[in-house]
């Protein structure tokens, strides 16, 4: 018997000891605690609307949305099927309210957005004020808010939803509620929090309606529109980021949410980034225009809602065909409060 082989012999024996002691030695997995840069678990995925959306509507066909509570397609990451993940720490899914349906009021801890895709006349109501819904509008649910969604025009309304259920998961910090009726009662006016909290002014003593999250929660689409192409007239794109605008808490400037970061890039027609990466996985949806995402080693044609994930840590970069609007939401906001967000620019 070589040395090596009773050496490892008199450690497997020993390491047979420390397991029914419930202990393990660190030297054997301390390469994979500690690698020398992240390795996401996550898989690069497209998800096509033209190949989703039939499916959705078959959805529709086989259950209402009361019964199902909320009747979401999720968008499942090939790499963590049946964990209802898109990437590492955060959840999305496509949802679907056809017209007269009502998706009944509940909360949670989990906090929710909304990136609308289609529909007219599609309505959510959060803590007492409800919104309409339109598409390319940036919706959110705060934490623990109350929530309910309904249809009120003649069209089926979809939107992508992003949750960072899989975060609230890990902290094991999970709770739901059920609201004593279908519908929460409304005690504001319709355009109350955008009045207040929306057009670049606050009320004297601003107070937060929702603890750490934006007292907007409705972010149209014609005026991020308006801001990028704005922003794009007034000089050249930045070579990494091209044109990109983050959606933010007007109480105090940081992100809209405590825990999802959102934004929007706008990639003028022809213009193409230098790559980069970040230690967040990013979920991504074209909210308007043709786009070519390069991201890690595969290349990735986008059109109009069509949803990306960007893993953490992998290269991405992007050329539009045509003037492109991006949405995009990830955890960085709760990595950068704990110190941990990095990225590079190549
Ligand atoms: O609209 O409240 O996609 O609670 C998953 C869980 C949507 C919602 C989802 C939810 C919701």
Known sequence: MSTETSTREVRDEFYGRL?????????EVLKGLLPSEPKSKAGIHRWRYQDVRPLLMESGRLLTAEEAERR?????????????????????????I????????????????????????????VGGERTTMRRGDFVITPSWAWHDHGAEG????AWLDGLDLPLVQFFEAGFNEHYNDERQSISRPEGDSAARYGSGMLPLKPESRYGLTTPIFNYPWERTRE??????????????????????????????MPTMSAWMMHVPAGFETARMRSTDGIVMCLAEGALTAEIGDQTIDLDES??????GWTW???RAAKDSFLF???????????????EEKG
């Open 98 to 125: 056809l017209p007269g349906e009502t998706a009944p009021a509940h909360r949670h801890t989990p906090s929710a957005l909304r990136f609308i895709l289609e529909g007219e006349g599609a309505f959510t109501a």
């Open 316 to 318: 991405r970069r992007f």
């Open 154 to 157: 003649d069209t089926p309304c």
């Open 19 to 27: 397991k029914e002691q419930e202990l393990a030695p660190l030297w």
């Open 227 to 256: 801001a990028l192409a704005g922003a794009a007239a007034g000089g050249a794109p930045d070579p990494h980021e091209a044109v990109s605008l983050r959606y933010a808490n007007p109480l105090d400037g940081g992100w809209a």
């Open 72 to 96: 979401v397609l999720v968008l499942e990451n090939p790499a963590f099927r049946g964990m209802s993940r898109a990437t590492s720490t955060m959840y999305a899914g496509i949802q679907l």
């Open 306 to 311: 069509d949803v990306a994930i960007a893993p």
């Open 328 to 342: 995009c939401f990830s955890d960085r906001v709760a990595q950068e409060k704990l110190g941990l967000w990095r």
